[in-house]
Nanobody, 130 residues
Framework: QVHLVEYGGGSVQIGGSLTLSCAVS????????WAWFRQTPGKQREAVAR???????VYADSVKGRATMSVDTAKTTLQLRMTSLKAEDTGMYYC????????????????????????WGQGTQVTVSS
């Protein structure tokens, strides 16, 4: 049974930092696509960080230079470190998992679209204020 459980959200001042974590279980890590999404009121979920199939991180322009996605050596916990937080970073943060796209013997994690991710955690709220 697959599980994604986010934690680490909270209230932080503008300019501050926060590390979000996502405990994952029930997956074969190496054959899954991983991403962090953010949902703000009135907007669709936005992929703020994701791994390609080789675990190279890809960041949305909105967080580039301020976000770092990582995974522990046991491949059981994903993390998203956010620095220089802005008010517009406020939102619910989700980790998500998807099947890779595989063709001709190669697999790819290229999607940053919500509908392509089948599994989601419950989310953790981040509130950034002055």
């Amino acid at each position: 049974q697959v599980h994604l459980v986010e934690y680490g959200g909270g209230s932080v001042q503008i300019g501050g930092s926060l590390t979000l974590s996502c405990a994952v279980s029930g997956y074969t890590y190496s054959t899954t696509c991983w991403a962090w999404f953010r949902q703000t009121p009135g907007k669709q979920r936005e992929a703020v960080a994701r791994y390609d199939y080789a675990d190279n991180p890809v960041y949305a322009d909105s967080v580039k230079g301020r976000a770092t996605m990582s995974v522990d050596t046991a491949k059981t916990t994903l993390q998203l470190r956010m620095t220089s937080l802005k008010a517009e970073d406020t939102g619910m943060y989700y980790c998500a998992a998807a099947r890779p796209f595989c063709t001709l013997g190669n697999c790819y994690c290229t999607s940053h679209v919500e509908r392509d991710f089948a599994d989601w955690g419950q989310g953790t709220q981040v509130t950034v204020s002055s």
